[in-house]
């Protein structure tokens, strides 16, 4: 079973303007390279992305299923859909497609109590099993404001997927490094917590992290920035990673946001037939991995 452990839906009006040229931020560096139109004003279609596309990539790449996360980026900029409308068209998107889809909750945990209550409602109403979770709009995970958030998190028992790595535009990278997770790991060890795109440039610090914590996790989405141009160093990612922590990385695609530059169904193809690990280690990142985390 093949498992994307990165994922997103969204319709376009999810997503607050700021956001989407954040998103074409890193493209349009290249827009001169390349023949394609970054501009904000004229979106490309993968910026209205619901479950027929995601399915489309998905059966076109031979993945199974999907861990669909929302993202709140509201307390930002407000887009012209608020959080809770977006995380219901994304649990009722998922439902479905159960067998497909299994969607995590996306909120700020700035937003307080707000948060707490959309924590329990969709646990409650639709058996939610995670929470993704984005520092970069500000906060660290190991501040007071946002412990009673996470201690609710490990009531419910849902697993976090926490961006780590890069940041644009509005967002602060500072926030997304890895290292303030680690009280969070100690303090709810029945907690897991998957930090994601391997840390970026701390992706030496995650692998630590992943090394020394039963409940800490990664994912490989967004590695696939390095193809076409660098294959090599995606290699050298894949086999680190096979080497130092096979049972704790899971595969990752990040749909939609490199589809312009190297799809998801070119990304799981590139995971299954390179030489970066037997295929034993291969079946472990590509979907086992994913699975016993979410008990599937």
């Known amino acids: 079973m093949i498992i994307d452990s990165h994922v997103h839906l969204w319709l376009r009006d999810h997503l607050p303007d700021a956001m989407v040229r954040m998103y074409l931020e890193p493209l349009a560096a290249l827009e001169g390279l390349m023949d394609w139109d970054v501009s904000a004003e004229k979106v490309w279609p993968e910026y209205t992305v619901d479950a027929e596309k995601a399915l489309e990539a998905m059966d076109a790449g031979g993945i199974d299923k999907a861990v669909v996360l929302p993202i709140d980026f509201n307390l930002v900029e407000r887009a012209r859909i608020d959080i809770e409308r977006y995380n219901r068209w994304v649990f009722e998107t ?3 497609v159960p067998d497909r ?13 707000t948060a707490l209550e959309l924590l329990d409602r969709f646990v409650s109403k639709y058996d939610a099993k ?18 009673g958030f996470l201690a609710r998190v490990d009531e419910l028992g849902l697993t976090v997927v926490s961006h780590t790595g890069a940041a644009w535009g509005s967002l602060e990278e500072r926030y997304s490094e890895p290292s303030y997770w680690t ?8 907690t897991n917590i998957v930090l994601a795109h391997l840390g970026g440039k701390w992706r030496h ?6 090394k020394a914590y039963p409940n800490c996790y990664t994912d490989c989405s967004a590695l696939q920035g390095w193809l076409p141009s660098d294959p090599g160093t995606a290699l050298v990612r894949l086999k680190e990673l096979a080497g130092s922590i096979p049972d704790k990385v899971s ?4 749909f939609p946001l490199f589809e312009l530059s190297y799809t998801t169904p070119s990304w799981a193809y590139f995971v299954r037939t390179q030489p970066w690990a037997d295929e034993e280690i291969k079946a472990k990142l590509l979907g086992e991995n994913m699975r016993a985390l979410l008990g599937l």
């Open 130 to 147: 995670g929470v993704k979770l984005y520092p970069s709009t500000g906060w660290f995970p190991n501040e007071d404001r946002v412990r």
């Open 183 to 190: 009280d969070v790991l100690e303090r709810y060890p029945d």
């Open 94 to 96: 998922c439902a479905q």
């Open 205 to 210: 610090k995650v692998i630590q992290m992943c």
């Open 101 to 113: 889809l299994i969607p995590f909750i996306g909120v700020d945990p700035q937003r307080g109590e």
């Open 251 to 254: 595969f990752g695609s990040d």
